[in-house]
């Protein structure tokens, strides 16, 4: 008799408190990730590139659209990858839900959970860009994948959103100041809307980098670099800031305030400084890229907030993990890996290679203290 009460008392117990189901992806564990652009013909093969992100400890890798053989590299890596639907996609994606759903049943669906796909971009940098074409297909696009990743059962084991570059703000200085372009706000407020709706961050392409070449007489490029400086004090909120990094996060939470989406966490998609370029690109150098990778890299493994937000750490994706060398556009387009083809860091920022280093140490005498984990 008492080992019946026993049972059933386990079974109301169970149907009281069912086991939990299976648990959400985290989709940036930690502060730190990387791009892994492949736009070269140079650099290592994805297996090799699964290796060399396990040596140097990295756990968040996003790439630019949904290569087979590197989803197959990635495979039972632990590594969490956000993959993309890129821009020449966005109006095929925002034609019909079927499209989408072909598109995950066929980059997505076959390679769960081996693979551990957390987040999917779409398209890159599209509002405040040069084909306005994308604006509204853009809108319609994110919610065509949404409504496909509902009925794959993966809208809460995926994260959906869409990289801004500083195009899309009016102003951003001082970082209280900015808002977003008026031109851009009937796509981008449902696109917020809906964004908020699921829970998806605002995700910004950062860039001291190119904010200091566009005007290198007038910014500290110790500010830049997140050396010491005396900083700027915004004036409307009395806050100071001592590197242009946290001020760049801020005007996009100032921006997000002004629009009514105070609720939204702002993320960086893509951050990095390059070590070479142009003579015109003022800065551009293996010194001040070092210099900004490591600096930053502390920063973030810090998991602290920004002065706006203190109480909300800082997660960013580092842009690069190689050096492109078949990237268009302007020299330092080419230069901003943190790896040699060969797998060798670029300069030491306190991680590892696959192979020993030859890089000189003399440019900057530092040593990574915090760890990875």
């Not at 117990?13 to 652009?37: K, S, T």
């Not at 076959?110 to 853009?138: A, C, F, K």
Request: charge should be negative.
């Amino acid at each position: 008799m008492m080992v019946l009460q026993t049972v059933l008392l386990l079974c109301c117990c169970l149907l009281a408190f069912p086991p939990p189901g299976p648990l959400a992806v985290e989709a940036f564990v930690g502060g730190y990730g990387i791009n892994y652009g492949r736009i070269a013909n140079n650099i290592p093969s994805p297996d090799k590139v699964v290796e060399l992100l396990r040596r140097a400890k990295i756990r968040n890798v996003k790439i630019y659209d949904a290569d087979h053989s590197v989803l197959d590299a990635f495979k039972g890596s632990g590594i969490n990858l956000v993959i993309a639907i890129p821009n020449e996609l966005v109006k095929d994606m925002a034609a019909n839900t079927s499209r989408s759903m072909d598109w995950l049943n066929q980059n997505v669906q076959p390679y769960l959970p081996e693979t551990r796909i957390v987040g999917i971009t779409v398209g890159n940098e599209v509002l405040g860009g040069q084909d306005q074409s994308l604006y509204q297909p853009l809108v319609d696009a994110v919610k065509n994948v949404y409504d496909g990743l509902k009925r794959l059962h993966l809208e809460s084991k995926i994260e959906l959103f869409t990289p801004h570059s500083e195009a899309v703000f009016a102003t951003s200085y001082p970082p209280s100041a900015c808002v977003f372009k008026e031109e851009l706000m009937s796509y981008m407020k449902p696109l917020l809307d809906f964004f908020a709706m699921i829970g998806s961050p605002f995700y910004v392409n950062a860039y001291p980098f190119l904010a200091y070449i566009s005007d290198p007489e007038h910014i500290d490029i110790n500010y830049a670099l997140f050396k010491p400086n005396k900083g700027i004090v915004d004036l409307n909120t009395s806050l100071h800031y001592d590197n242009m990094f946290d001020a760049q996060i801020d005007a996009a939470y100032a921006a997000l305030h002004a629009a009514g989406y105070d609720e939204m966490e702002v993320r960086v998609a893509e951050t990095g400084w390059a070590s070479s370029g142009d003579q015109n690109e003022a800065g551009a150098s293996s010194e001040n890229a070092r210099t900004y990778n490591f600096n930053l890299r502390k920063r973030l493994f810090l998991r602290t907030g920004t002065p706006l937000k203190p109480k909300r750490p800082v997660k960013a994706y580092i842009f690069a993990l190689f050096n492109e060398n078949q990237k268009p556009g302007a020299g330092s387009e080419r230069h901003y890996g943190l790896f040699l083809p060969d797998g060798r860091i670029s300069y030491d920022i306190g991680v590892s290679g696959l192979l020993p280093s030859s890089a000189s140490s003399s440019v900057l005498s530092i040593k990574m203290t915090v760890d990875l984990d």
